[in-house]
């Protein structure tokens, strides 16, 4: 699946930090997959301003991440929670429409 800079920062928000063992190993491997190596921040001028993540727009390009089943489904569990709780804010819509079918 192909995610943008700001769709990986906030899936990268929004995974459990907490489970059981095999689960906390594929958020582990999720999470590193999400992040961004030395290389991609340098091309993108990733970088913190304050308390909020900045980059050069017209040079990010949506990065291929392999999501298993057991990890899209987290997520979609995740989503569809925060839709239940009415806590789905605007950076959610993306993803939501990505991951969750309406």
Do not use: C, Y
């Not at 390009?61 to 298993?68: A, Q």
């Amino acid at each position: 699946m192909e995610l943008s800079i700001i769709e990986r920062l906030v899936l990268l928000n929004i995974l459990p930090k907490e489970g059981n063992f095999l689960t906390l190993k594929l958020i582990r491997q999720l999470r590193e997959s999400l992040s961004f190596d030395e290389a991609e921040i340098k091309a993108v001028n990733l970088r913190q301003v304050d308390e909020k993540v900045a980059w050069d727009m017209d040079k990010a390009v949506p990065k291929k991440i392999e999501i298993g089943e057991k990890m899209s489904d987290l997520v979609v569990g995740t989503l569809k929670d925060l839709d239940k709780e009415g806590k789905l804010k605007d950076e959610h819509f993306s993803l939501f429409e990505k991951f969750v079918e309406i």
